[in-house]
Nanobody
Framework: QVQLVESGGGLVQAGGSLRLSCAAS????????MGWYRQAPGKQRELVAQ???????NYVDSVKGRFTISRDNAKNTMYLQMNSLKPEDTAVYSC????????????WGQGTQVTVSS
């Protein structure tokens, strides 16, 4: 099990930037995948970005070219750099960690609010 704590959310004007952090309570080296989901009011939760243990990344089409996900194993932390923010990026962003051993499980952070004003 791993505890995850997000930080870095807030209010920003359209076109601005934010960097979200997801700090883990233990080493993330053995974590198979980490990523970010977001959920806006009245909308379904969507996977924004994920990074696999080998380093490969995936993004939802709407953030490609604007968001960058990364993980720093030395700091046990994952990041989401968000540039050129748009009002439609407004949502609660939650990080997750998926491990496959000894038993498959997914752990979640508490979420952080990102609000982009027009």
């Amino acid at each position: 099990q791993v505890q995850l704590v997000e930080s870095g959310g807030g209010l920003v004007q359209a076109g601005g930037s934010l960097r979200l952090s997801c700090a883990a309570s233990r080493s993330i080296v053995s974590i198979n995948a980490m990523g970010w989901y977001r959920q806006a009011p009245g909308k379904q939760r969507e996977l924004v970005a994920q990074v696999i243990s080998g380093g490969s990344t995936n993004y939802v089409d709407s953030v490609k070219g604007r968001f960058t996900i990364s993980r720093d194993n030395a700091k046990n932390t994952m990041y989401l750099q968000m540039n050129s923010l748009k009002p439609e990026d407004t949502a609660v962003y939650s990080c997750y960690a998926r491990t496959n051993w000894p038993t498959p499980r997914v752990d979640w952070g508490q979420g952080t609010q990102v609000t982009v004003s027009s």
